[in-house]
């Protein structure tokens, strides 16, 4: 990666500080394979964005390097990076808690866990089986989905926005917008719809002179505004929809026929979503943290 502008070293700081200008970076797509696509020029791959593509611009890249490959997150990751800077005492950590069917214990859950294994996973007894079933998946030529989970610790209550801009709202669309993602939820989520009104609710105590939250099924945002809690964000990454089985498509002239992707891909995709769910946190607090401090001081 290359950092073009925004920023230079200051021997006064010892170290680079910014300029106040635009922070421009860029990273070379440079280990890429356009001939491994050549077969599929002309086929719509099921479950990629080709046909959607072809049908609003009547063309799409076909060489796996466009838009809605996931080589486009490489830069919302490196723009995360900026945007931790600017959120100083916010603590983000992703994990992944499901792949496939397989989800995690939470009773194992250790956040030092996730950087001793290749899966970011918080619970060292899933990543054997999670080893296990990838290869079969992988032997079979196919592909599964994921589950990550982006908790950050540390933000203070008042970030956010009654009705446009809320923070939750922001978080789900900043997620929603990596590639692959075809679910949010925030907190209980989906679960919450089988709680009842006492289970949901998070009840409040004083604690050295404070409000304390008993439970965080709404992980840590409400009514569009930070509680003071952790913010508990999931987000499920569909199966990768490049694979070697054999798939019923049209081509772009509208006849019939199948399909087999080749190349280089991987069985599930969701496992690389960690670091990328990690930055999507980041710019969206970034940007209500900076809204807040414009709003209220």
């Known amino acids: 990666m290359k950092i073009l502008s925004g920023v230079f070293e200051d021997d006064r700081t010892d170290g680079q500080v910014t300029t106040g200008t635009p922070i421009a970076l860029v990273i070379e797509n440079v280990d890429q394979r356009s001939k491994d696509y050549s077969d599929i020029r002309d086929k719509f791959r099921p479950g990629h964005a080709d046909y959607t593509y072809h049908a609003k611009y009547g063309l799409r890249d076909y ?57 970011f996973s918080p619970d060292a007894k899933a990543v054997a089986q999670w080893e296990d079933y990838l290869d079969g998946v992988r032997k079979a030529g196919s592909s599964c989905g994921a589950v990550i989970e982006v908790v950050a610790s540390g933000v203070p209550a008042g970030w956010g926005a009654p009705i446009y801009g809320k923070l939750d709202q922001d978080l789900a669309s900043a997620m929603m917008s990596i590639n692959a993602v075809k679910g949010v939820e925030i907190g209980a989520g989906f679960a919450s719809a089988a709680l009842s009104g006492e289970e949901n609710a998070d009840e409040i105590r004083m604690k050295n002179g404070k409000p304390e939250f008993l439970s965080n099924n709404a992980g840590g945002i409400l009514g569009g505004i930070s509680s003071g809690q952790d913010i508990v964000v999931r987000f499920a990454v569909k199966p990768t929809s490049s694979i070697l089985s054999p798939r019923r498509t049209v081509t772009k002239d509208g006849n019939d026929t199948d399909i087999s992707t080749k190349g280089r891909h991987d069985p599930c995709v969701g496992i690389r979503a960690v670091p990328v769910g990690e930055a999507m946190m980041a710019l969206v607090l970034a940007d209500h943290f900076l809204r807040h401090r414009g709003q209220v001081g």
């Not at 792949?99 to 866990?113: L, M, Q, S, T, Y």
């Open 63 to 119: 060489r796996g390097g466009g838009r809605s490959s996931a080589r486009e997150t490489a830069s919302r990751v490196a723009a995360g990076a900026v945007a931790r800077k600017v959120i100083p005492g916010v603590v983000i950590r992703g994990a992944l808690v499901q792949v496939g069917p397989h989800a995690i214990d939470r009773k194992n859950w250790d956040w030092k866990e996730v950087g001793n294994n290749l899966f």
